[in-house]
């Protein structure tokens, strides 16, 4: 038995941005000293790199290396040089790369590059046992390199019917295994002949599928069944008519990537794009294959990658260790086995010698027909052969290899000793973990690539309790236009569009959760179809609601909520010539409201009088957002036309200001940051991808001083941002992700923190006031997650260790914006005014900033004690002492005897 736990964010890989790739790898390999991951940067075969232990201050630093001029498809470590990495691509070639310590500048050059001249190449795999060996997976064939000494390859394996989708070497590297989109399971032995020597058809769909060996002669694949059922099958390789075992996964569209720990027969499953991790213990006999854990992770996985043995942390018994990809981070999770002495004790019985790093044969040799194996080495810290520095001398010059003839290239040294082939040593470190750099290395290159950090950035999204939810919302309309944020809260109730006739809006009281009845409950009936709506943030009783009939209706929910059904607003406000698009109330001012419309105008509205007190012209297409400044003095719009402008909506009707705003036209959202210095715009790029904007509030016409790509997503990014921490929150209707950024005024603008993931798209997300924030568990958010039946709220939380300290680095004075900072009439006649503030600290609980300092706590006795020699007779008094400490005094009476008993006559019938 065994479990596994995540390691704590401060181990997390972060500064990670893996894209959407359509390409037959895993998108990550490991070392036991670096990992290398597919990265989406713009100019094509980018590869991201970090290191796999932390340094000596928890960090690790990330960077960029260019390594093709196309899309890099897939990538391995030679499993006898932890810094040798072969990358394949798009672009025809494979590569190999001396990478550096990323304290070093990586080189720019390859050692070697192969063209096979067989069009764009799909894998890329060393060979287990022979020094210079790879496999290439081309389009339809297989090819084996020996990159030490061939021009071209030794051999070009038959050509598949189909798109070549995985290749596995068997563990002793005698054969070499193939899946294909063609649904036939290929077992080739390359140094016999070139037609592969088992063929079998009984892979159930072409959907990608994966395959690996496992224990003796044993093969394993993934892929779908004929329903898109996802499928384990395990084979025997030397008769491949039907499967030895199968399991089903559920359905679901993700590739299914194995990963198989020989030593322990550990087979590790996860779905690209799920968040579940399948373990399996793979066997000889009957069951075969039988599930071990199943685990959830907070992320979906973008690609996940093995951690080679000598890199394990065995004195925490640590059997397994895997890393996640995902669209932000790499995640480490360690599988381990739950020992008592665990962190003092070597546990021989969980650590068989393992496959060292010395290779067992040139791969000339293996090609004449050797079958060595790669001598095994003990886990073990002590018996470990130690790392022996190879003495500095300059990398030899590159060659390029290709089908044609060769060529001498020059390349820049790494400006490193060349590192040693020997096996990591751990010697002397009790963890057992690869040394790292050292503490000033790793610092300097971490501050140096990875920039300023958040204290935010490790934020954690939390749904809370079920009995906090609303559940079984019926009729919810899920149509609303792109302008509406699809429904609207307030730290009392919530409303909620319904796809019935008449444009009807449910109101739920946040004070009673729980299962809605199944009977119909009372509702607002608007009569036409709701456009957009927003509750007034001075009055939690008024909801204004903007119709497809160019009408603006206010609403008054009783005390108490709805009882009945209201067909009668207070107001009914008309101006705009054709259907509106948004709404949005003023901050400080009561009754002011402003609206965009099809006729191409914005006004603004008095609901004291009901009337229309202002119209502001300029847009020459659809108003995609509006936003009021913080001081409420300016108002922002961005709009399709692709423009942003800023208004004075009292002073003039033209705009003050306007500059280029984002080039695409499928929506977009604006809102003020940093102290109304800033506009922040959420829209989509030219390639329809979504990103964020920030222009300079006083210089629109110079365009986004800074922009930071998102993903590829039809739905806009509706933004929250929260004044007092610059944090803003992100996330489109119909998403699974919120994305979390910090906003600074100044270089480098936007810093990404971890995101959040819901378990399946959400319709909406709104936010309460800063007070609804649980301050003694350090939430600096709370908002309500709107799905197809139910209303969730959801809790972001900064990890703090002194949770019993009021964390004022994080909560400074919140303004008090539920309340008017003047009446609508005033504002109008040129008044302005600013919100109060209040302090969100509990009178019981004291700064973090005035906690005191802890002493430090002495772990050891003096030496003295040690030193000082001891009579026989001393050591039984004192070990007598102890005891009687220990036990207490017997003379006195035990408690259970001075209780009072009962009567005798209680003991009658």
């Not at 081309?138 to 290749?167: M, Y």
């Not at 959202?669 to 210095?677: L, N, S």
Request: proline residues 6%; glycine residues 8%.
């Amino acid at each position: 038995a065994f479990f596994f736990f995540f390691y704590g964010y401060d181990s997390w890989i972060n500064n990670v941005r893996a894209g959407s790739f359509a390409c037959q790898g895993n998108h990550i390999k490991a070392s036991s000293k670096l990992v290398a991951f597919n990265t989406e940067q713009a100019g094509g075969g980018m590869l991201g790199l970090s290191s796999v232990q932390p340094g000596s201050d928890g960090q690790r630093a990330v960077t960029q290396i260019s390594c093709h001029s196309d899309l890099v498809t897939d990538m391995d470590f030679s499993p006898f040089d932890e810094s040798l990495l072969a990358t394949c691509s798009v672009d025809e070639t494979v590569k190999l790369w001396r990478l550096c310590d990323l304290a070093q500048e990586q080189s720019s050059s390859p050692e070697l590059t192969l063209r096979s001249g067989q069009g764009r190449l799909e894998l890329v795999l060393f060979h287990p046992t022979s020094s210079g060996l790879l496999a290439v997976g081309t389009t339809k064939s297989a090819q084996i390199w020996d990159t030490n000494c061939q021009e071209a390859p030794l051999a070009v394996l038959e050509q598949h019917g189909d798109q070549v989708q995985s290749l596995g070497w068997k563990l002793d590297g005698s054969l070499l295994a193939s899946s294909c989109k063609d649904k036939m399971i290929r077992v080739f032995d390359p140094r016999a002949q070139l037609a592969p020597v088992q063929v079998s058809l009984h892979l159930q769909s072409n959907k990608d599928s994966r395959i690996l060996w496992t224990k003796d002669d044993f093969l394993l694949t993934t892929g779908f069944d004929t329903v898109r059922n996802r499928e384990v099958r395990l084979w025997d390789s030397r008769k491949l008519s039907s499967s030895l075992s199968s399991v089903s996964l559920g359905t679901s569209s993700g590739t299914l990537i194995p990963l198989f720990d020989e030593d322990t027969g550990l087979l590790l499953l996860a779905g690209m794009g799920n968040t579940g991790i399948d373990c399996f213990e793979v066997s000889s006999s009957e069951p075969f294959l039988s599930q071990v854990s199943h685990c959830l992770t907070d992320t979906s996985t973008k690609g996940i990658a093995l951690v080679p043995k000598l890199a394990l942390d065995v004195m925490s018994c640590e059997v397994v260790r895997v890393l996640q990809l995902t669209d932000s981070c790499i995640v480490p999770i360690s599988y381990q086995v739950p020992r008592k002495n665990s962190g003092h004790e070597f546990h021989d019985d969980l650590y068989p010698d393992t496959v060292g790093t010395t290779p067992a044969m040139s791969a000339e040799e293996w090609w004449k027909g050797g079958n060595k194996q790669v001598e095994r080495v003990s886990l073990h810290p002590d018996k470990r052969p130690k790392q022996k520095a190879a003495p500095a001398k300059q990398t030899p010059a590159k060659k390029e290899v290709a089908s044609g003839g060769s060529k001498e290239v020059r390349s820049r040294d790494c400006s490193t000793s060349t590192p040693s082939r020997s096996p990591s040593s751990t010697s002397g470190l009790s963890s057992g973990f690869v040394p790292s750099p050292s503490p000033s290395q790793s610092a300097k290159a971490f501050q140096n690539l990875m920039g300023p950090t958040s204290k935010f950035r490790h934020i954690q999204g939390t749904v809370m309790h079920r009995d906090t939810h609303i559940t079984n919302i019926r009729g919810l309309n899920l149509t609303t236009p792109g302008e509406c944020d699809g429904f609207c809260v307030n730290r009392q109730r919530v409303a909620v569009p319904l796809a019935i006739a008449g444009g009807q809006i449910a109101v739920f009281e946040r004070s009673q959760p729980g299962k809605l009845p199944d009977t119909a409950l009372p509702t607002i009936q608007n009569s036409v179809n709701v456009a957009d709506f927003a509750w007034d943030p001075f009055d939690t009783h008024r909801l204004a609601v903007a119709g497809d009939d160019a009408k603006i209706r206010v609403w008054q929910v009783p005390e108490g909520g709805l009882k009945e059904t209201l067909t009668e607003p207070k107001i009914i406000m008309q101006g705009h010539t054709e259907k509106i698009y948004s709404i949005k109330f003023h901050p400080l001012a009561s009754g002011v409201l402003v609206s965009s419309s099809y006729d191409l105008t914005v006004r603004l509205w008095n609901l004291e009088t009901g009337k229309q007190v202002k119209v502001l012209d300029g847009h020459q297409d659809q108003v995609f957002g509006m936003a009021w400044s913080p001081d409420g003095k300016l108002l922002a719009t961005v709009c399709k036309d692709g423009k942003v402008r800023i208004y004075d909506p009292r002073k003039s009707t033209s705009p003050l200001q306007e500059g280029p705003g984002p080039e695409g036209h499928r929506g977009a959202r604006v809102v003020w940051v940093c102290d109304g210095k800033y506009l922040l715009v959420s829209g989509f790029d030219s390639r329809s991808e979504r990103g964020l904007y920030l222009y300079s509030a006083s210089s629109l016409s110079s365009g986004a001083v800074s922009s930071v790509p998102v993903n590829v997503s039809p739905s806009t990014l509706i933004p929250y941002y929260d004044p007092d921490t610059s944090v803003v929150i992100l996330t489109g209707k119909g998403d699974t992700r919120v994305y979390i950024y910090e906003i600074f005024p100044e270089d480098p603008y936007f810093i990404e923190c971890s995101s959040f993931n819901s378990p399946e798209p959400h319709k909406g997300l709104a936010f309460l006031p800063k007070t609804e924030c649980n301050v003694r568990d350090v939430e600096v958010a709370v908002g309500l997650m709107l799905t197809k039946t139910t209303i969730e709220p959801v809790a972001f939380k900064v990890p703090r260790v002194k949770k019993e300290f009021f964390q004022d680095d994080v909560y400074s004075d919140t303004a008090v914006w539920w309340e008017p900072a003047l009446t609508g009439s005033a504002w109008l006649s040129g008044s302005n005014g600013l919100h109060k503030k209040i302090s969100l600290k509990p009178k019981d609980m004291t700064p973090v900033s005035e906690a005191p300092k802890e002493a430090p706590v002495r772990k050891y006795l003096p030496s003295s004690v040690y030193l000082e020699e001891k009579t026989d007779e001393q050591k039984k008094d004192e070990l007598l002492n102890a005891m009687v400490a220990k036990l207490g005094n017997m003379d006195d009476p035990l408690p259970q005897e001075s209780f009072e008993g009962v009567d005798e006559d209680e003991w009658d019938d």
